[in-house]
């Protein structure tokens, strides 16, 4: 069993920044690749970003390439999310999750475990 839990979300002005935390419990978070999903009001949870087990590939959806940048600090048993240039259509509920792979995974199925979300708005 992995508990997540994020933090960093709230409110900024469109072209600012903010940096998501993931937190994770357990002894075994460098066995997991880790991801962030969003879901905005009304719409389905979408992919985000998603770096491998050791960080050493990632990928992101079109939407976010160039503005947003995952990593990991297997040490401290942390995901990262930086948002710079954030967009009005950014604003969501962002969540983190682990998948028991090596490599990277953009399915929400794929993944194990879930955190409960945090807020990022972004105003225009």
């Known amino acids: 069993q992995v508990q997540l839990v994020e933090s960093g979300g709230g409110l900024v002005q469109a072209g600012g920044s903010l940096r998501l935390s993931c937190a994770a419990s357990?002894?075994?978070?460098?066995?997991?690749?880790m991801g962030w999903f969003r879901q905005a009001p009304g719409k389905e949870r979408e992919f985000v970003a998603t770096?491998?087990?050791?960080?050493?590939?990632?990928y992101y959806a079109d939407s976010v390439k160039g503005r947003f940048t995952i990593s990991r600090d297997n040490a401290k048993n942390t995901v990262y999310l930086q948002m710079n240039s954030l967009k009005p259509e950014d604003t969501a509920v962002y969540y983190c999750?682990?998948?028991?792979?090596?490599?990277?995974?953009?399915?929400?199925?794929?993944?194990?475990?879930w955190g409960q979300g945090t807020q990022v708005t972004v105003s225009s």
């Open positions: 999750a682990c998948a028991a792979a090596f490599l990277i995974r953009t399915r929400e199925g794929e993944y194990d475990y």
């Open positions: 770096i491998s087990r050791l960080g050493s590939t990632t």
């Open positions: 357990g002894r075994t978070f460098s066995s997991y690749a």
